[in-house]
């Protein structure tokens, strides 16, 4: 059986949190999925040039980070003789930006995916059965978006993240509100529910051993129905007030991080939310002050 060489890229900035996306996608592809032989690089790394790819996935973070971005993309396209069909970009610029990248002449045939991937791999990816795609024909298979981050593959740069040793979750995407300024509605939609915290985290230790923090990756986490749930089971993980964690030997203590904020619309509402967050280890606590019209819940809440 033939195993496919699967790039996974990511541009040269700097970022503080690994590639959640590119994690996903390595476990799609990786020795619990598809056992293709899945390779990260950061940057234009020329060891890539040795090898022939079957296909070539691009992350994209800010849309400030566009030069960066584009030496990435040109690059992908040389390794591939100019075979675009074989490159697939997504993220946060490629979904914000995505008709100002489909303009691009020299791009032509490069997929750009806009949004997440919550639909079924060949649907989400956009590959053409009659094309005979690799995979294309994957149209029941469990959405990219719901699999366990491969946590192995940040070991094969040398890259550190500022932030690695922490579960990177989303009990919730989207959001309730329809900010002008923001672009998570053009990205994700409204707010729907994520496979519960405590199933994705006991995955993770079983795959790649305990972290030690719990970084909740969504928009606006207190506006979930199941709010009192999620700090439930954060707690249940072992992130109560006050956690830590033995490491080689010492005790180190754990943090939860909201890094999106919490909404202080919400949190002035009742006394409920923020007496919930503080049965957590939080650190710190992040408090969304989205517009001036919103200073006295601000106040209130902090």
Not at 9 to 17: G, I, W
Not at 116 to 130: M, T, V
Not at 150 to 175: H, K, M, S, W
Not at 280 to 290: S, Y
Request: proline share 4%.
């Amino acid at each position: 059986v033939k195993r496919y060489n699967i790039l996974l890229l990511e541009p040269s900035y700097k970022n503080k949190y690994p590639p959640l996306g590119l994690m996903k996608i390595a476990q799609y592809h990786g020795s619990q999925g598809k056992d293709d032989n899945v390779v990260f690089m950061k940057g234009e790394d020329p060891e890539a040039k040795k090898y022939s790819w079957d296909r070539i996935y691009i992350t994209t973070l800010f849309t400030f980070e566009f030069p960066a971005i584009r030496k990435n993309i040109d690059f992908a396209i040389s390794l591939v003789n100019g075979q675009t069909n074989k490159i697939f970009v997504g993220g946060i610029a490629a979904s914000l930006m995505h008709q100002y990248f489909l303009m691009h002449p020299e791009w032509r045939g490069v997929r750009f995916i806009k949004g997440l991937l919550n639909k079924s791999p060949a649907e989400s990816l956009q590959l053409d059965d009659f094309e005979e795609e690799l995979y294309s024909n994957d149209t029941h298979g469990s959405p990219i978006e719901y699999l366990v981050p491969d946590y192995d593959i940040l070991d094969q740069i040398e890259y550190q993240y500022p932030v690695n040793d922490a579960y990177f979750l989303y009990a919730t995407r989207g959001c309730i509100r329809k900010c002008k300024f923001c672009g998570v509605p053009k990205l994700e939609g409204d707010q729907f529910d994520m496979p519960d915290i405590s199933s994705v985290v006991k995955n993770i230790i079983k795959q790649y051993g305990e972290k030690k923090d719990l970084i909740m990756m969504d928009n606006n986490v207190v506006a979930s129905s199941n709010f009192n749930e999620i700090i439930a089971q954060a707690v249940d993980l072992g992130f109560g007030k006050d956690a830590v964690l033995s490491r080689n030997g010492s005790m180190v203590k754990r943090r939860v991080d909201f890094n999106q904020g919490v909404d202080a619309r919400i949190l002035t509402k009742s006394e409920n939310y923020l007496k919930e967050i503080s049965r957590l280890c939080i650190d710190p606590l992040r408090i969304a002050f989205d517009h001036l019209g919103l200073r006295k819940q601000y106040e209130k809440s902090v």
